[in-house]
């Protein structure tokens, strides 16, 4: 069965600084893995997914993503936070065999001025 | 661009009432899920239809049911509300099912409170 893991609830980082929210990953097959961003009492936004390919993946809004097989993650990452991005963070698989999305607990991002 | 487009927004119903929500995927999107958060929860997938016919149920109770139209759009039958209802429905829209690289586009939800 697919799973994905965030280990951290919450990620506290300064203006300016990267930032990382970790993810790791369990799957039978392939995996097909994505990031989404929830803003307070809003939808969920597609940031960035892992299908094939390169290791490094380029989302919006700045964001990236690198899957590593071996250690079985997918970390989101970003170079300079911003204020405006706090914000709750899911990772994501899709099921082998169907479309559906398994998300992960998700990881509230508190960006500090 | 367009969008999903969840209706209502906003519901509240009583103990043992019932619920429509309505969602439309965006154009040409074929494929709908429906997905429901808790408070601090993560989305949980309840069902979705490819081509107007059902192609994968996840944890929906037997007191919802759902449909997708020959327009595309999809709608959320609740019956027998119950307090743990209470939550915030989501659906997406995607088109082609799965082996196909294409993501789901979210709407900004429904959020049902059962009072």
């Known amino acids: 069965a697919q799973s994905v893991a965030q280990p951290e609830d919450q990620v506290n980082v300064a203006e300016g600084n990267p930032l990382t929210v970790k993810c790791t990953y369990s799957v039978s097959g392939n995996p097909y893995l994505f990031w989404y961003v929830q803003y307070p009492n809003r939808g969920l936004q597609f940031l960035l997914k892992?299908?094939?390919?390169?290791?490094l993946v380029k989302g919006s809004y700045g964001f990236e993503a690198e899957f590593n097989k071996s250690q079985t993650s997918f970390h989101l990452k970003k170079p300079s936070a911003l204020v405006s991005d706090s914000a709750l963070y899911f990772c994501?698989?899709?099921?082998?065999?169907?479309?559906?999305?398994?998300f992960g607990t998700g990881t509230r991002l508190q960006v500090f001025p | 661009a367009a969008g999903v487009i969840q209706s209502p927004r906003h519901l509240i119903k009583e103990k043992r009432e019932t619920a429509t929500l309505k969602c439309y995927p965006i154009p040409r999107h074929d494929t709908v899920y429906w997905y429901q958060q808790g408070p601090g929860q993560d989305p949980q997938f309840l069902i979705s239809f490819y081509e107007k016919m059902q192609s994968d149920k996840g944890s929906i109770p037997d007191r919802f049911s759902a449909q997708q139209f020959s327009d595309y759009h999809s709608e959320l039958n609740m019956s027998s509300l119950e307090l743990g209802d209470s939550a915030l429905y989501f659906c997406?829209?995607?088109?082609?099912?799965?082996?196909?690289?294409?993501?789901?586009?979210f709407g900004p939800g429904t959020r049902l409170t059962v009072l």
């Open positions: 892992y299908i094939t390919g390169d290791n």
């Open positions: 994501a698989v899709r099921d082998d065999n169907t479309d559906k999305l398994i």
């Open positions: 997406a829209s995607s088109s082609g099912l799965a082996g196909d690289n294409n993501e789901q586009f």
